[in-house]
């Protein structure tokens, strides 16, 4: 089992950038893929970014290509989410989420995959 805490949310301007943290306790973290996922008020989840548990392979919902990058640091048990450009309709709750993978190159694209959620940390971009 595994848990895990985001942290790194906040208020942003249209166009500014903010790092998310995702740290994760337990079983070793290297076993498992991560992702990120969003979530605003009166919307369904959705897909962020995904990462394989070697970090070889990334994926990216197309909203945010090129503005977001998804990394981990297996050594410090953490999954990152830089964020650029930031727009209004990037607001909402942001979560992680671990999956254990049975490859090295496995990234699960649907919540549904995902075994263990963190809390959540809210980001607000204003225009």
């Known amino acids: 089992q595994v848990q895990l805490v985001e942290s790194g949310g906040g208020l942003v301007q249209a166009g500014g950038s903010l790092r998310l943290s995702c740290a994760a306790s337990?079983?070793?973290?290297?076993?498992?893929?991560m992702g990120w996922f969003r979530q605003a008020p009166g919307k369904e989840r959705e897909f962020v970014a995904a990462?394989?548990?070697?970090?070889?392979?990334?994926d990216y919902a197309d909203s945010v290509k090129g503005r977001f990058t998804i990394s981990r640091d297996n050594a410090k048990n953490t999954v990152y989410l830089q964020m650029n450009s930031l727009k209004p309709e990037d607001t909402a709750g942001y979560y992680c989420?671990?999956?254990?993978?049975?490859?090295?190159?496995?990234?699960?694209?649907?919540?549904?995959?995902?075994?263990?959620w963190g809390q959540g940390t809210q980001v607000t971009v204003s225009s």
């Open positions: 989420a671990a999956k254990l993978a049975g490859t090295s190159w496995y990234i699960g694209l649907s919540g549904y995959e995902y075994e263990y």
């Open positions: 990462i394989s548990r070697s970090g070889g392979r990334t």
């Open positions: 337990g079983r070793s973290f290297s076993v498992y893929a």
